[in-house]
């Protein structure tokens, strides 16, 4: 937030059409946007949705995303820490998905955005408006109490979408919607995985091509799958060379170089690693057998 605002704890800006172009990116620190005139759009993760006025929109940290503002919008857009919103919560950016909703209800919207859209009627956004125009006067000043002036007003802003959606966050809870999301997400990592395995792939690019930050990618395969990335990439490369050595025509430097090793060596000693034995010792009885 130190870059991009004049507070590191919370901040709230009046914006216009964006004048550069929109790209995926990520942040440390949880953001809204609420939406007043023009049409939008989101990206996050492998959604997109269309912004229409009074959408409230809401972003979890290391959360990969970008906004789109078309001449002809306007819109706010508030920044802040978890500590700011919730001092009393003790974990990680990435934990954030274990917190049940019973500790922290204001989590919720941010924690279903991509499967739930949020809008306002226009009474609802009227009253959204005067608390962001609230919290951009308090912000201004920053006099005595007016961190806290601005943190009810932000739990106010939030508390309408929590009330309006208070039935869908329930049913998605019980659903154990966080759980079903990780599962979709792997299945994403892993296709592409196992696509792209004979590449020198990287978490990086991993990451980029589901939509994900690598932080949270990592995360996310030791969560549901209980190994690193490079385990799980080693792994995919070993079951590959498994039927290729069983073709005495092919060398063990080429089916090296096919399943994306660049030294044979290297690959011989992860093969033997997990398979407790070597490709050609492997090769011999398999052929054997």
């Keep these: 937030m130190a870059q991009l605002c004049d507070y590191v704890d919370f901040d709230i800006r009046r914006q216009g059409p964006r004048r550069s172009a929109a790209r995926l990116h990520r942040h440390d620190y949880f953001q809204m946007h609420v939406h007043l005139e023009g049409s939008a759009q989101m990206h996050m ?108 007003h932000l739990l106010a802003l939030i508390g309408q979408v929590c009330r309006r959606y208070a039935a869908s966050f329930e049913l998605l809870s019980a659903d154990q919607h966080g759980r079903a999301s990780r599962r979709a997400a792997i299945k994403r990592v892993v296709k592409f995985m196992r696509e792209n395995y004979m590449r020198r792939i990287m978490l990086e690019d991993v990451a980029n091509a589901v939509c ?48 994306g090793f660049d030294d044979e060596a290297y690959f011989s000693r992860r093969f033997r690693q997990i398979e407790g034995r070597t490709p050609s010792a492997y090769r011999g009885t398999a052929r054997r057998g």
């Design 212 to 259: 994900l930050s690598p932080n949270y990618l990592s995360h996310l395969i030791k969560r549901e799958l209980g190994k690193s990335f490079v385990d799980l990439l080693t792994g995919l490369r070993m079951e590959a060379a498994k039927p290729l050595l069983l073709d005495t025509r092919l060398r063990v430097s080429d089916i090296a170089e096919q399943i």
């Design 45 to 152: 993760a492998m959604v997109t949705r269309q912004l229409a006025p009074g959408a409230v929109t809401f972003i979890l940290p290391d959360k990969v995303h970008f906004h789109s503002h078309p001449p002809g919008c306007r819109y706010y857009v508030l920044s802040f820490g978890l500590r700011f919103l919730r001092g009393d919560l003790d974990v990680g950016p990435l934990e954030l998905e274990d917190v049940p909703l019973a500790r922290a209800p204001e989590l919720a919207p941010f924690l279903f955005q991509e499967t739930l859209d949020y809008d306002l009627d226009a009474g609802e956004l009227a009253e959204a408006a005067r608390h962001c125009e609230a919290m951009l006067a308090e912000n201004a000043v920053r006099g005595f109490y007016a961190l806290e002036m601005i943190r009810s």
